[in-house]
């Protein structure tokens, strides 16, 4: 690869990678302090801008919300908590040599009446300006990391924190409607009137709601820590095999049963079990009463837990236009290779190769197959007898946006095949439930042609051949070049042999001279 920029098309549908560029590099390092009702966190994005992968991430629950209700006050010792945190995040942002931290405070420092007081002490004592956010911005920025992972999703964004929850409606890719309520936990906790007034109250908030925002029945995207602990537990009730919360699909009846199963459970045991912290548990029992609410007024097509929010919509707003385009899949993947790929660029040629397999497919598949080809080669590192369960449970466990549970499940099963030509035995077998079986077989035969396509291996535009694909006959015929007759070994025969098994085809070489 000499490094001569190539035009947009000659990568295909997906477009050139910009994460080289400038305006790109330029939010690859960036800090993030978030300080809500419950927690105070610091997040560093790092790498490949548009798919946000998490340099440093850390939480301290400071419940600086819990009592505002009654007293109008932030709690006194979650306030000292988090002044000693901020501390904290300030130093380590020295130490990583960022160029500033970005910070913003949600409901309870707006609310509280010592807010004000608060942001002047952490300016006092750590030179950081904090920007108090109203309940709209909120609902815009949750929104907006919501698009961050789903580009162009159509839905209904609500994201819950200590002391508010917020509604936001998303089409095409751009935020619309949006508003602010007071359904956070800690006020639910200091309404008068016990369980009866507290109902009483859900259900005049989310009819005041449902007036505002009016139908909303597309998916319902869920946003906050509460809602991700009540998806851990739906986990667990199901014993669901994949512990990934991002994209993970839950359905108003499972609300319902989940919500049920909480109120029959022992809460200790289950914090323990869901690996939740106990303070967030607390908070747990109050949130599903307000889940349940949430669905039944709004009664979403599906519901999809996001692990992208406010944060995430702060680097999103950082974000060119033209970047926020792009395919936070694809451009995670191109970063993955450029990184740790031993030959990069290779990717792009194995896409184009294995194509003739794939060219009836959909563009939901195609998508699957470039991310795959991009990702074939970043584990070599791992020991060659373990490579095939590395590249499995790295791809089923990656911090990837915009990719379904089932569709990782996919992709892990065909780089397992790309070093394996067989997935018995692997220790997977829970987490292959969740494709079908015809999934499974073009997971194997995408994983087998990269498999037999890595033999051919060559530098920037040598031509590696050509496959030609005839499903009728089931007759998969490979074109070589003269220069490249040397690669196709007896390995490489070896491989062609199996990927032809695996689409029940014959197959046969043809060395053709270089033109």
Known sequence: MDGTPEPARDWGPFGRPLFNEPDARALSRVGVV?????????????????????FYNEKIMCALGAGLSETGRLNPVGRRRALAAIRRFQRLAAGMALKGLTAVATAAVRQAEDGPDFCEEILHETNLTIHVIDGTEEARLSAQGVLLGWPGSYGLVCDIGGSSMELAEINDGEVGRRVSSSLGPFKLRDVKGGKKGRKAFINETLDELHAQMGRQKNRLFLVGGSWRAIARIDMERRKYPLHVLHEYRMSGKAVRETAQYISKADLD?????????????????????VLKGVVRRFKPHDIAISSYGIREGMLYEQMPERLRDLDPLIEACRFAEVKDARIPGFGKALYHFIMPLFKSANDDRKRLVKAACLLHDVSWRAHPD??????????????????KHSERIFIGLALLYRYRNKREGTGFDALQTLIGEEDKRQAEILGKSMRFG???????????????????????????????EPLFGEVAAARLKSLANALNATSTVKIRPDI
Request: charged residues 25%; positive net charge; contains cysteine.
């Open 454 to 484: 890595a033999m051919l291996w060559m530098q920037g535009t040598e031509d590696m051949g050509k496959l030609k694909w005839r499903p009728k006959k089931r007759e998969l015929n490979l074109l070589l070049p003269k220069s490249a």
């Open 34 to 54: 978030d300080v809500g009702s419950n927690s105070v966190r610091l997040v560093v994005f790092d790498g490949a801008a548009r798919s946000p992968a998490y």
């Open 386 to 403: 373990y490579r095939a369960q590395t590249c499995f449970d790295n791809t089923t466990r990656a911090n990837l946006g915009g990719l």
């Open 269 to 289: 045991h289950l914090r323990q079990c869901c690996g939740i912290s106990a303070s967030r548990m607390e908070l747990v029992p109050l949130a599903i009463e």
